[in-house]
């Protein structure tokens, strides 16, 4: 066998090691997607109520996890990103009302077989841009045929009203690499200001919800 | 065969025929839901965006039907079901953006197989207690194993934060028949003064993406 | 309050308990259904085959949990039906090869956060009628907000033909209460050996598997 | 702009009404899923069973339409992909029983919204190598923002028997091109008698079938 066919063989299995590897991501969102539901159907019956709306998931695109290697300066290696990722298997939970987020954060977090490592909470201290969001990084064990893995995924949580502004706003970043400046600016200070009417939003619908329930335990 | 067994075979009958009624209903939502998905799929890969961010729908529960009857002065029978009540099948359409509903209505509107037989504009013209969303009442042909059948079905179309204020006064709603009508009259307060600045909201959603889209044509 | 109000409250509960105990067994079997997921996710890219073709899963019905506590001389309390039943939360899972079903049985087995209870192999010891299966009764940690709480699952291992065998016999089964023996012996022998010709099929199969895979190991 | 420009953006052109394509025979395939599921859902409520066991898709990859284009002498284009190819949008029916075949074959045949191009019955005359299938090539009219379009599907229908030995004789020819042509001769060889066993198997169980539903009808 020549040189050339060992390279391409080395290719070869860096291929195959990379879609194991984004496997074991997609297995950690499935456990924690299980353990989110298992969360909601509890509360729906227990409480006939649902804190979360929706539960969605990415996994990390292979040029963003070349990018964002390239950035901190690490070679693209499976090592590397096990280790310097914490965003490569991404969980987003849409809540109904910002105490809810409070709450399923809390829960998770109580679960002895999950280990938190960072906390970022974008609520309480929004982003400039406007952005809030409660963000975790979490540990997870995954079950594989060779044993017990732990897996990192990141959780962002937020309301359904960030959850949009949210999704407007990237619409915008997406294009940011265009000359037109002063319209970009523009655009920006509209998006600000409306991160605010939303919040509002979010705390009136916290406050009415608190006004039926206190109702409710009246009567 | 005697009186009795005959009035317990008119009885399964019935329901019988109740449950075939209701699984028609069933499939004219399908047969919806599907010319919604076909919309959606269509504007994520010409125009790289989703108009629809979710699908949900529900069929009337016995009772309602029963109760609806009633107060319309009809028997509970089949027939009646079939030509009295608009809203046996339901579906919601949950849209980003205000001129995307009126989108969707329009293109559903425009199929030749579909008959729109009642549209009402609660955007236009809120209900009282601030209620937003579009109503269509239009006829679907479903092919059953003995032939083509038209049938109703109600299709609530509405935004994000639209939807978000009907859960929550839905929920309300649910609980009126308690005494404490104080309490009750300042939630429903609240509740229309929350709907303004909702769409107040969706206006400046609406205007931001007009602006992003300019944006982008100009560059 | 009087009696009679005491006797409804205690009802209520009693429903309301019963339903957190279905709810809590549906969590259950998510749990089982995330392990065997990630197990078959595995596969697909590690080795580039399914050994799960389809998972199915039941809630044992109130009146079955009820006809089988009273067969126990149990009497229907929760407590009973925790400790005295170990079918209410089932897990069909259907394989394409017989030697799938050993794999994915140790592979459950071996994980540490799973107890195997028991285990009857009904491939290896058909029934009298001709049901083939493996079965395994198992404790799965579920997180709830108030706590780790390990619940029962009866999890079926089959091929796709010993399911369809199976099906079959379940609508013969299911008639059983009517008069005509005679009819339904020859049926019943009929399926019997009906059984032994799918074992046969299923044997052949996988014969040729491992034919094929051999063959490609050589090349 | 120069003629460089020029050649990529013809190219990005193509590149995107390719994907518009794909998204039209992916809409097709929705549609005939949902006619299929509307049958399906009428049995059940109607008649106490489902004769379609599961229905899955796929669209052709770029790679395979190419190579096929190519074989008939076809230039890659997208009116040439409309015309000349028939089977770009697939969808696959696995019946329980054999006779189910031909009634959802019929059902769909005689819905007027759909035209039937062709039909190949290799369940009545089996390929050589053991290939049992019905296979029919319709059209179906989809709903798109810019009107009603007609686009083809290939819908193959066949038992869970049939479906079981097409993915294991699948699997055989996947490795086609390798040189050991006697172990592939012996394999080829089993799998064809094991066609035999499994046709005998579908006629069996059809007979068990029939023979539980005359046992049903007397009692």
Not at 64 to 83: A, V
Not at 154 to 164: H, L, N, S, V, Y
Not at 173 to 197: F, M, Q
């Amino acid at each position: 066998m020549n040189i050339e066919n060992n390279v391409e063989l080395e290719m070869q299995e860096k291929v195959k090691s990379f879609a194991n590897l984004m496997m074991m991501y997609g297995c950690a969102i499935r456990e924690v997607k299980t353990k989110l539901e298992v969360l909601d159907d509890e509360f729906s019956v227990r409480y006939k109520r649902n804190p979360i709306a929706t539960i969605k998931s990415r996994i990390k695109k292979p040029a963003s996890i070349y990018r964002k290697l390239k950035k901190y300066g690490l070679e693209p290696t499976e090592e590397n990103i096990l280790t310097g990722l914490h965003d490569v298997a991404g969980v987003r939970v849409i809540c109904s009302f910002i105490d809810d987020i409070y709450m399923v954060a809390a829960l998770l977090a109580n679960q002895d077989d999950i280990t938190v490592l960072k906390v970022k909470d974008y609520i309480k201290e929004p982003k400039e841009n406007g952005y809030r969001s409660y963000h975790m990084i979490v540990e997870v064990p995954v079950f594989f045929s060779r044993g017990k893995t732990p897996m990192k995924v990141e959780i962002q949580i937020r309301t359904i009203a960030m959850d949009f502004w949210a999704s407007l706003e990237h619409q915008l970043r997406y294009k940011k690499n265009i000359e037109n400046v002063e319209g970009h600016e523009e655009i920006s200070a509209k998006l600000a200001e409306c991160a605010d009417t939303i919040a509002q939003t979010d705390r009136q619908m916290q406050e009415i919800k608190r006004m039926i329930g206190e109702f409710n335990d009246l009567s």
